[in-house]
């Protein structure tokens, strides 16, 4: 397994404020809006996004970190054997991802994910 990407988002009650800071501002690319969620981000030279939320999709909270694997039941069983208890899923959602919550050593609530 082999870590591909990893996203940060911010909890926020209201998306529509980052695109002027993001979009308009930074001059970053809306690279998805699904109401709930917009993610901001450029590929070049590398990826890099920040994501606005309200919610985490599908009525979970936001996580503070996004981290894209190639292999999600490689991740999954590499988390479980450590010891971490699995806070939700892991789940095939609607908008092309598989995905598990799971929190680091330090409370932070994680979103391991795999595009599908």
């Given amino acids: 397994m082999k870590v591909k990407r990893i996203v940060h988002n911010i909890a926020a009650t209201h998306i529509e404020p980052a695109r002027r800071f993001y979009q308009d ?10 109401g709930w969620i917009a993610t901001y981000g450029s590929d ?9 939320a309200t919610e985490g999709g599908n009525g979970t909270p ?3 970190l996004s981290i894209e694997v190639d292999d999600l039941d490689a991740a999954l069983a590499r988390m479980q054997n450590a010891g971490f208890a699995i806070e939700y899923g892991p789940a095939d959602e609607t908008w092309g991802v598989r995905r598990f919550y799971v929190r680091d050593p330090f409370g932070t609530l994680v979103n391991i994910l795999a595009h599908t």
């Fill in 62 to 64: 936001v996580p503070a």
């Fill in 44 to 52: 070049e030279p590398a990826p890099l996004q920040v994501s606005i």
């Fill in 25 to 34: 501002a930074l001059g970053m690319d809306l690279l998805m809006d699904h």
